[in-house]
């Protein structure tokens, strides 16, 4: 199993991430950073139409953050890119 398939297990089961694990995740599903502004970092995907703003929480990535994402993958059907 590679790193990025034991970060996306972890992902998927709700554990807690660091912001930056976080991250990678978004971009091993296509999310790419749009734009950063003060603490908000604000991530697009071309499959869906509205963006994923995202804050840390110290170095911790937010849960809740985290279940949006979660949903907004399910909803869209986006796949995980093992190249990322």
Known sequence: MTRLAKLNARFMAADGLSFTEFQKILAAYGWRLDRIGGSHH??????????LPITPDG???RRYQMRQARDMIEQYGLRMDDEA
Do not use: D, G, L, M
Request: proline share 15%; hydrophobic share 30%; charged share 25%.
């Open 42 to 51: 604000i991530y697009r995907h071309p499959a869906v139409s509205r963006p």
């Open 59 to 61: 170095k911790t990535a």
